[in-house]
């Protein structure tokens, strides 16, 4: 199965499921609950996990029908067991491991799944607090209000060839990514645009897709309030219906 991230033509929701922070028995009613909502798709991962993603992702696709997406956090995440792989460049970031060292070392076991493979443009954006994402890959954030950076960098992203890019403000972020940034990232490049960190209410998900988010990404705020993935998927059937009468 070929997974295509939306793009313009529609709007999809994102549930990450850190394989750390789940029971066999939360993960049924997570899973029930996304399937009753119609998430797009799971994405499993995280910046440091100790259970087994490929285990998670295993039991998700027993749960649903719903596709499953790595977001490997490092290379120890990597499975052949979900429907598409984020291949992540971390191209705000000048860490050279995170822009290809890593790649090069799973180049030979992705090889074997390539069809699934997505590159998808990783660009760390400010929050107004220190994240784990940002810790963990010793790389700086683009500053919140520096609209052209992050311009410049999604721009570079779609020329080198990545086939989506990833606005993320990190998990459990205080703030999500800037409106005006998405705007102004939207407006520049033609390849999907996801944004995901701190998306923790309903009107900062309805903000994300009302700036041109193609797809958002919701992994704490669902784990505090399990309806918001229901709310988030009512918003984005909205924007749908809107889109499929233009
Ligand atoms: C993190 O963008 C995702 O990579 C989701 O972040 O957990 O804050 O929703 P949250």
Redesign the pocket.
Same mark, same amino acid.
């Given at each position: 199965m070929r997974i295509d991230i939306p793009n313009r033509q529609r709007k999809a929701v994102a549930q990450?499921i850190d394989p750390d922070k789940v029971t066999d028995s939360s993960l049924a009613l997570t899973a029930d609950n996304a399937a009753r909502a119609k998430v797009d798709f799971f994405l499993a991962g995280g910046s440091l996990t100790s259970a087994p993603v490929g285990i998670l992702v295993e039991k998700l696709k027993k749960l649903t029908d719903i596709p499953v997406i790595l977001f490997p956090g490092n290379l120890i995440q990597l499975t052949a067991e979900a429907d598409a792989i984020f291949l992540l460049s971390l191209i705000s970031g000048r860490n050279p491991e995170l822009l290809i060292g890593n790649h090069v070392i799973a180049a030979p076991f992705l090889k074997n799944v390539r069809e699934s493979v997505i590159p998808v443009g990783y660009i760390l954006v400010d929050c107004g607090g220190r994240t784990s994402?940002e810790y963990m890959s010793q790389t700086s954030p683009v500053p919140r209000d520096k609209y052209d950076i992050a311009v410049a960098t999604a721009l570079a992203g779609e020329m080198l060839g990545m086939r989506a890019i990833y606005l993320?403000? @990190?998990? @459990?972020?205080a703030l999500p990514t800037d409106i005006k940034m998405i705007e102004a990232v939207r407006a520049e490049i033609t390849i999907p645009l996801i944004t @995901? @960190? +701190?998306? /923790?209410t309903p009107d900062k998900v309805e903000g994300a897709f009302a700036a041109g988010a193609d797809m958002v990404?919701? +992994? /704490? +705020?669902c784990e505090k309030n399990a309806k918001l993935i229901t709310d988030a998927c009512t918003i984005r059937d909205r924007y749908n219906q809107r889109l499929l009468s233009i």
């Open positions: 990450l994402v993320e403000a @990190g998990s @459990g972020a @995901g @960190g +701190g998306l /923790n990404v919701i +992994g /704490n +705020g």
